[in-house]
């Protein structure tokens, strides 16, 4: 099965949104990084990639007929190649408000996974591994908390999407222009219901709250270490 539709936006331009919309509209499985958390194969597969190897992209994307986000849209050239006959759709949105949700979201919960979790967890480990190698010290070069630095990257991936991608293959859309753009571009018709509005941004609130209070296991883990020795050697002692 080869991939029908090519996501060229980044993460927080309505990619989950889309993801629904595709499905919907259906163009089968759409491949998400939010699936990765719960495909080890995936896990693996795009780990792989990160260190250097070769990807097989029939092999990654088995099963799936569109994807979207990160990280298959920072291959995006390299897709459209593969796949001549799939269209690519751009999700954009403002830079700066594309950023300050980044910033809330993705790279929050990135950099709050406690060490001792991705050690414990390889699955957790490979994610975070790959999403530094290939996101934040590959394609923000470890800058993303420069504000300036990281829109600029945003806005020249639009731009080199735009310039890479010929015009009556492409689609640059914002999510909430809803059904109509995307699928005259698609030659679908469009369905009766309202467009998908997939809003996460409560989920990665959720998860970062959650990532804090799991990085003061391994110390609540120590205190009840020393107070059970504690207690032994009073007991053995007095």
Known sequence: MSLRIIGAGFPRTGTLSLKAALEQLGYGRCHHMADMMFSPKQVKIWHDISEGEAPDWDKVYQGYQACVDFPSSLYFRELAETYPDAKVILTVRPPSDWYSSMKDTLYRVE????????????????????????????????????????????????????????????????????????????????????????????????????????????????????????????????
């Open 111 to 238: 950099t709050s996974v406690p060490r001792w979790l991705q050690m414990c967890f390889p699955r957790v480990g490979k994610l975070t591994d790959m999403a530094d190698r290939l996101v934040w010290n590959g394609l923000f070069e470890g800058r993303f908390e420069d504000r300036h630095y990281a829109m600029a990257e945003y806005e020249r991936h639009i731009d080199d999407v735009k310039s890479l991608i010929p015009k009556d293959r492409l689609l640059v859309m914002e999510v909430k222009d809803g059904w109509a753009p995307l699928c005259v571009f698609l030659g679908v018709p469009e369905p009766d219901t309202p467009f998908p509005r997939v809003n996460d941004k409560s989920h990665f609130r959720r998860m970062t709250r959650m990532l804090k209070r799991l990085s003061i296991v391994p110390w609540v883990a120590v205190a009840v270490v020393g107070l059970v020795l504690a207690i032994l050697a009073y007991v053995m002692y007095f």
